[in-house]
């Protein structure tokens, strides 16, 4: 049974990759980060917790130290995070963790997560809404999400068969320019995408094309009056009334 169990989480974490140095990793504290991929997600919005595993891979793999050198690549990797999707079902404060958990009588514990689920977007298939996000006592992100009205397109191939897409009125959406500077701040990470989705909308399912958006900033200047203008940003639609975000 024991030699069942160690040949499951091979199976299962040989996937994740190696990207570290084994001693090193057993050398260091018993600790595991975990983090959500969203500072503020809505309510009912799906999101996901990762927990970092170049820890546990350590410790499942040690028994092989000196009997095989591990490769700094093995195949498939995932940044050496174990992921799951998640959906945020109460408003308001919410709190993961510390997760506590024993592996071959090593303890491992993580990080406590605090973040605030908020209200749902409305059921419509056009709009932006941008808003900030206070993450830390120096920190802050600016999340923009748009909705794009989208339809359904056929097409006719010369092979007689058809195709079908969806494709939304236009594909350029909001998010800062390409090069910009905000009076006491530095910006360190950003990401963004795009998806398609649908709402039922008196009756009838109205699809759209989805962009997210998420820009972190470090306040550099404590002092400084900071704040984020439209002239930061690009695309924005003419019925979208901007207005000006103030930090401190």
């Keep these: 049974m024991k030699q069942t169990i160690c040949l499951i989480y091979f199976v299962l974490l040989s996937a994740f990759g190696w990207t570290q140095n084994i001693d090193s990793l057993l050398a260091g504290p018993q600790s595991i980060e975990l ?37 700094n690549d093995n195949g498939t990797t995932d940044n050496g995070e174990l992921k799951m999707n ?93 090069s910009y500077s905000i009076d006491g701040v530095s910006g360190h990470n950003s990401y963004s995408n795009t998806n398609f989705s649908s709402i039922m909308i008196n009756g009838e399912d109205k699809k759209f094309m989805y962009g997210y958006s998420v820009y972190y900033f470090n306040i550099e200047d404590k002092k400084a009056k900071i704040i984020i203008t439209k002239d930061k940003l690009q695309n924005i639609p003419d019925y979208y009334k901007f207005e000006q975000i103030i930090v401190q």
């Excluded at 969203?38 to 092989?64: G, M, V, W, Y």
């Excluded at 998640?86 to 514990?109: C, H, M, R, S």
Aim: positive net charge; charged residues 25%.
């Design 86 to 178: 998640v959906t945020a079902i109460q408003k308001g404060k919410n709190e993961i963790g510390p997760l506590v958990f024993f592996l071959d009588k090593t303890k491992y514990t993580t990080n406590k997560i605090t973040f605030e689920v908020i209200d749902p977007l409305p059921d419509t298939d056009k709009g932006v809404w941008i808003r900030k996000v206070m993450t830390g006592e120096t920190t802050f992100c600016i999340i923009i999400e748009q909705r794009i009205p989208a339809n359904n397109k056929t097409t006719n191939k010369s092979d007689n068969s058809i195709t079908f897409t969806t494709v939304p009125e236009y594909t350029d959406i909001v998010k800062f320019k390409d």
């Design 35 to 71: 983090a959500i991929s969203t500072p503020q997600p809505r309510l009912k919005e799906t999101f996901q917790i990762t927990i970092d595993i170049n820890h546990l891979k350590a410790n499942i793999f040690k028994s092989l130290a000196g009997k095989v050198q591990l490769s």
